[in-house]
């Protein structure tokens, strides 16, 4: 092989190798996304591995739940009782959400819990539904300890609505159906009639079978909380618990939804945690909340005999709010007769003297 040749192959070799190279290049170039995506699956995943390795430290274990020698609740008055309960939640266990507080929640009879944010209302729910446990103290219905109910009939005997209820990208039919697997077209039917929730379902063009769209984005929000609500009762519950239900809607919706809840709340044990204190002034018994304890209890009228008090002054603040809102509102309707007033003025003077003028065009 001469020279020459030896030297057009070194340079062949040479351009294969480049080329192969800059090929690599582009795979690697091409997997950048791939790790972006692994480190962002990482990062969310840590804190469900986290939650999952101290499974051990949890107040209520899966053989809590499981297991065999907790009784099936039938035939339950429904009286519910908070014993002198002390809590403060895993991550903070530093700071006391409730401290002794005792309440009771009479079978058949509303009864509603207030407060500002972080006072414990919702904490209270959450023990009741058995989410974590209490440092001290006991929760009794009709006297015996809730921890003698198991867990999962315990939570079927109960209905909850939040403020912000959580759809599936399904049908209405199966989003109500939810509450109770085992209802039939009749219960779920019953049950959206008694939230409020039938008569706009049957003016949808697929009526029952409607999509409501990722999390219920094609309905409103009113729409959504009566369907929550007939998924809450198609269960028949002994129990029903409100966490500020009504305090995310408009005046028309909240409305309907309220006379929806002054119905189904008879004859159920009921618990209420309210934002607007318009809607709790019916309540058999108001227990107010101060940093994790009972400060003031009482009906509506005897709370706001009381003068000073917490509750007095919670509902003669939310009256002030609702007054300059009012006022706000008739002023911005005022503005807006003025603004048009003024403007059919400058548009009659525009037109000629000879012009017949029609200002209401």
Same mark, same amino acid.
């Given at each position: ?13 040479? @351009? ?34 986290? @939650? ?22 039938? *035939? ?20 006391? &959400? ?8 009479? &079978? ?14 919702? =904490? ?57 697997? *085992? ?12 939230? *409020?929730?039938? *008569? ?29 609500? &007939? ?47 318009? =809607? ?22 005897? @709370? ?31 503005? &807006? ?25």
């Amino acid at each position: 092989m001469s020279y020459k040749d030896d030297h057009t192959s070194n340079m062949s070799d040479i @351009l294969v190798v480049i080329f192969i190279f800059a090929q690599c290049l582009t795979y690697f170039a091409s997997t950048g996304p791939f790790f972006q995506s692994f480190s962002e699956a990482r990062g969310a995943a840590a804190p469900v591995f986290r @939650l999952i390795d101290e499974g051990n430290d949890a107040s209520i274990n899966e053989i809590d739940i499981w297991k065999e020698d907790t009784e099936a609740i039938y *035939n339950i008055n429904g009286d519910i009782e908070f014993d002198n309960i002390n809590f403060s939640y895993p991550s903070r266990k530093d700071v006391s &959400a409730l401290r002794n507080l005792s309440l009771i929640a009479r &079978a058949g009879q509303t009864t509603a819990l207030v407060g500002s944010s972080g006072c414990g209302k919702s =904490t209270c729910i959450s023990l009741f539904l058995r989410y974590y446990e209490p440092s001290s103290g006991r929760i009794m219905i009709d006297g015996r300890p809730i921890t003698d109910y198991n867990v999962q009939q315990l939570r079927q005997n109960i209905g909850v609505v939040s403020q912000e209820p959580i759809l599936f990208g399904m049908s209405i039919y199966e989003n109500i159906r939810f509450g109770n697997v *085992n209802g039939t077209q009749l219960e779920i039917e019953q049950a959206a009639r008694e939230a *409020n929730a039938h *008569n706009f379902i049957m003016q949808l063009p697929d009526k029952y079978e409607t999509l409501v769209g990722e999390r219920g984005v094609q309905l409103s929000g009113g729409e959504k909380q009566r369907i929550a609500l &007939a998924r809450a009762l198609v269960k028949q519950p002994t129990f029903l618990l409100l966490d500020e239900a009504t305090s995310a809607l408009d005046n028309v919706s909240e409305k309907l939804v309220q006379e929806a809840l002054d119905r189904v709340c008879k004859g159920r044990t009921t618990i209420v945690i309210a934002h607007r204190l318009t =809607t709790i002034q019916k309540a058999h018994h108001i227990y107010v909340l101060d940093k994790g304890n009972v400060i003031e209890q009482g009906t509506h009228e005897t @709370l706001m005999a009381k003068e000073g008090g917490k509750y007095q002054t919670m509902v003669k603040h939310q009256q002030m709010e609702r007054i300059n809102d009012d006022q706000d509102n008739m002023m911005s309707i005022q503005k &807006a007769i003025e603004e048009d007033e003024k403007l059919k003025f400058e548009r009659s003077r525009s037109l000629g003297d000879g012009q017949i003028v029609d200002v209401n065009k």
